[in-house]
């Protein structure tokens, strides 16, 4: 059996900036009511938005909560929180923008509960990235 959801609350604080949250829970159990094994943990995230006139940037924080719904062959995986931030800038006669992205700007030691090599490859430090799209 699988149980879970989702929920997702926005709310405008003027017409250019936005607070947002979110959490997502799951649980999966087996036909006798033992946990499965990875079951991803309870994840928070929370953004503040800013946008006007083809800039958008935003400030954020994701929570993922320690692992509790373990398996009996699995261990208990510790919760984290990554800060992370981004901006970009709609260029509009050329149909193109230029953005940047950074996450886990604390560089927290985080592990993916879900993953089969967790203590092997923890998630990404820090991380910065540049880039243009443009549509044609």
Same mark, same amino acid.
Not at 1 to 8: L, S
Not at 82 to 94: C, D, K, R, T
Not at 100 to 125: M, R, T, W
């Given at each position: 059996?699988?149980? %879970?959801? *989702?929920?997702? $609350? %926005?709310?405008?604080?003027?017409?250019? +900036?936005?607070? #947002?949250?979110?959490?997502?829970? !799951?649980?999966?159990?087996?036909?006798?009511? @033992? @946990?499965? /094994?990875?079951?991803?943990? !309870?994840? $928070?995230?929370?953004?503040?938005?800013?946008?006007?006139?083809?800039? @958008?940037?935003? !400030?954020?924080?994701?929570?993922?909560?320690?692992?509790?719904? !373990? *398996?009996?062959?699995?261990?208990?995986? /510790?919760?984290?929180? $990554?800060?992370? *931030?981004?901006?970009?800038?709609?260029?509009?006669?050329?149909?193109?923008?230029? +953005?940047? =992205?950074?996450?886990?700007?604390?560089?927290?030691?985080?592990? @993916?509960?879900?993953?089969?090599? =967790?203590? #092997?490859? /923890?998630?990404?430090?820090?991380?910065?990235?540049?880039?243009?799209?443009?549509?044609?």
């Amino acid at each position: 059996h699988i149980y %879970g959801g *989702a929920v997702q $609350l %926005g709310y405008a604080l003027t017409d250019a +900036w936005t607070i #947002q949250t979110q959490a997502e829970v !799951v649980r999966r159990l087996a036909a006798g009511g @033992d @946990d499965l /094994p990875r079951t991803a943990p !309870v994840r $928070l995230r929370h953004e503040l938005q800013y946008g006007s006139g083809g800039f @958008d940037a935003y !400030v954020g924080l994701e929570q993922v909560l320690r692992s509790v719904y !373990v *398996a009996d062959s699995e261990e208990e995986t /510790p919760g984290y929180e $990554l800060v992370f *931030a981004g901006a970009s800038y709609n260029i509009e006669p050329i149909n193109t923008s230029v +953005w940047v =992205k950074a996450n886990n700007l604390l560089d927290q030691y985080a592990q @993916d509960h879900s993953s089969f090599i =967790k203590e #092997q490859s /923890p998630l990404l430090g820090r991380q910065f990235q540049l880039g243009v799209t443009a549509n044609f």
